[in-house]
């Protein structure tokens, strides 16, 4: 595996579901993001990890909760959610944060 | 606060140029572009650094106007691997939300 991999690519969840996505970093990097990317709105910026250390949430509802176990893996962990959570969730790594980001291809997530 | 990106849309024939805008309405830090193809992940172009030169990637350049809170994305001699969505992300040194990014720019390159 090389880059960004983000598993599952796609997931449908009803909303009392709990799931959980997963992101592994193959690039050596020390930071880790979550992004949400919905239709006609910009990319937002959910949660950043830097040496497995959160630096960065803004304001993400606490029905997210992102788990960094080490600098390669980050984890979302997904409950109760609501259908307009429906989106494409992105992780990305970077060596440091704020530098020149590298994005898996996201999961597509549908909350029915 | 998202930066405003300009303009939404643009369709251009192949050879043409393109400028992207981004301004902010606070000092800035850093800037990030982007592109992201449909059904892709967004892949990174550059960043330029507040004091810093313009940038450049093959017949892809950008510029960092601190006084006007403003960077440009020019694309030369557009080729049709160009079209996509591109993004400006701000970055700010301080306060919550040091990154942002604007709504877009859909690029389209016809032949």
């Known amino acids: 595996e090389t880059g960004v991999t983000q598993t599952p690519r796609h997931l449908v969840m009803g909303m009392t579901n709990k799931k959980s996505l997963k992101c592994e970093q193959h690039?050596?990097?020390?930071?880790m993001y979550w992004y949400k990317q919905s239709a006609k709105k910009p990319l937002e910026l959910m949660f950043v990890y830097n040496f497995k250390e959160q630096t960065e949430n803004n304001s993400v509802p606490s029905r997210f909760s992102p788990e960094c176990p080490n600098s390669s893996h980050l984890f979302l962990h997904l409950h109760t959610l609501q259908p307009e959570d429906s989106a494409l969730y992105l992780c990305?790594?970077?060596?440091?944060?704020?530098?020149?980001?590298?994005f898996g291809p996201g999961t597509r997530l549908t909350v029915l | 606060q998202q930066p405003v990106q300009s303009p939404q849309a643009v369709i251009l024939r192949e050879g043409e140029d393109a400028v992207i805008n981004c301004s902010s309405s606070?000092?800035?830090?850093?800037v990030h572009w982007y592109r992201q193809k449909h059904g892709e992940a967004p892949v990174f172009l550059m960043i330029?650094?507040?004091?810093?030169e313009q940038k450049g990637h093959e017949k892809i350049s950008a510029s960092f106007n601190e006084k006007k809170q403003q960077s440009s994305l020019y694309l030369t001699a557009s080729q049709l691997s160009y079209s996509g969505t591109y993004f400006c992300?701000?970055?700010?040194?301080?306060?919550?939300?040091?990154?942002?990014f604007g709504t877009g720019t859909r690029l389209t390159i016809i032949p």
């Open positions: 330029l650094l507040k004091g810093g």
């Open positions: 606070k000092a800035l830090y850093s």
């Open positions: 690039l050596g990097h020390n930071a």
């Open positions: 990305a790594s970077s060596q440091g944060t704020y530098n020149e980001q590298f």
């Open positions: 992300g701000t970055v700010f040194p301080f306060g919550n939300e040091k990154l942002t």
